[in-house]
């Protein structure tokens, strides 16, 4: 059965999907970036993350190919960049902009990129309501949001409607643990680790993982997946944009790390203060 993670409002949402952040912008050719993201949804990565701002739209694009006859089994995520996000009129444009691209009608979840420059968060909120309303988007999140804004953002009218929380979190940079993370678990919001893999393929060289990865028989990316995934509560977005990784990658979903594995993480990749 496929792994869930279950959403502030009550619903599920996959526990591993796949990030987009540099696909269709000339790393790997556009073919094997679209097989990856095929082959990602065939092994229950079901779950897509993009971004109007990813390759200026080429992302989406590329994403919009991937889930074509089979939009309602990819739970799709987008984010909207906060220049756009100024008032309601700037907000629907943005995201009928990136429905298109997408070739949809709806938004699982519609994220705020980041929150710069957006000092009020009630027209945001009021905005991202209505578009649930207009049936654009079905719930929506923040990203890059610490314990202040979400503190705020839990004082602003329907704010409790936030659905997750979008961070940067890996063995690499285990920072969000200090506040975050543990705040975030005691109001029942759930994060979305971007990043598990620390933004690169250098991971590989780290001995450490490569040992745990053995005694699995995965690569070690499953392993710095699956330990981003531990806490039942945040579910991954490793981005690969070849197939032969993102079948690495979905091994994290076969695994359980034991007390041991964690210990040893713990000791190589020490919670810095
Ligand atoms: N909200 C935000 O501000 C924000 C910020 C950053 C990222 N994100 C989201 O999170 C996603 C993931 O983050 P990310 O792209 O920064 O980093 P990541 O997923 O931690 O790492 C991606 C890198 O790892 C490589 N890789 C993937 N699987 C591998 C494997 N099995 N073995 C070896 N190398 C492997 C990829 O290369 P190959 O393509 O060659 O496999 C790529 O270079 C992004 O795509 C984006 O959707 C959001």
């Given at each position: 059965m496929e792994k869930q993670i279950r959403l502030a409002d009550g619903r599920y949402i996959p526990a591993l999907g796949m990030g987009s952040w540099h696909?269709?912008?000339?790393?790997?050719?556009?073919?094997?970036?679209?097989?990856?993201?095929k082959r990602?949804?065939?092994?229950?990565?079901?779950?897509?993350?993009?971004?109007?701002v990813?390759?200026?739209?080429?992302?989406?694009?590329?994403?919009?190919?991937a889930i074509a006859r089979q939009r309602d089994d990819v739970f799709l995520v987008s984010k909207i960049a906060?220049?756009?996000?100024?008032?309601?009129?700037?907000?629907?444009?943005?995201?009928?902009?990136?429905?298109?691209?997408?070739?949809t009608d709806y938004l699982d979840l519609y994220l705020l990129h980041w929150r710069a420059g957006i000092r009020q968060l009630d027209l945001l909120v009021e905005s991202f309501e209505q578009l649930k309303r207009e049936g654009l988007i079905r719930a929506w999140g923040v990203s890059n949001f610490g314990v202040r804004d979400m503190e705020e953002l839990l004082e602003t009218p329907n704010g409790h409607a936030c659905a997750i929380n979008q961070i940067s979190y890996s063995l690499f940079d285990r920072?969000?643990?200090?506040?975050?993370?543990p705040w975030s678990q005691q109001h029942g919001i759930p994060v979305m680790a971007y990043s598990p893999l620390g933004s690169s393929s250098?991971?590989?060289?780290?001995?450490?993982?490569e040992r745990i990865a053995q005694k699995y028989a995965v690569a070690p990316s499953a392993i710095a997946i699956n330990w981003s995934m531990r806490n039942g509560?945040?579910?991954?977005i490793p981005e690969s944009g070849?197939?032969?990784h993102i079948e690495e990658n979905a091994r994290a979903l076969t695994i359980e790390l034991d007390e041991q594995d964690l210990a040893l993480l713990n000791r190589s990749y020490p919670l810095l203060s």
């Open positions: 696909l269709a912008q000339g790393r790997h050719p556009i073919s094997q970036e679209l097989a990856a993201l990602g949804l065939e092994l229950n990565m079901s779950l897509i993350d993009t971004a109007e990813y390759g200026n739209g080429e992302s989406e694009i590329l994403v919009g190919k906060p220049n756009n996000a100024g008032n309601l009129e700037s907000i629907k444009n943005a995201c009928i902009q990136s429905l298109s691209r997408l070739g920072a969000a643990e200090h506040r975050l993370i250098q991971f590989t060289e780290e001995s450490v993982l509560m945040t579910t991954a070849t197939p032969a």
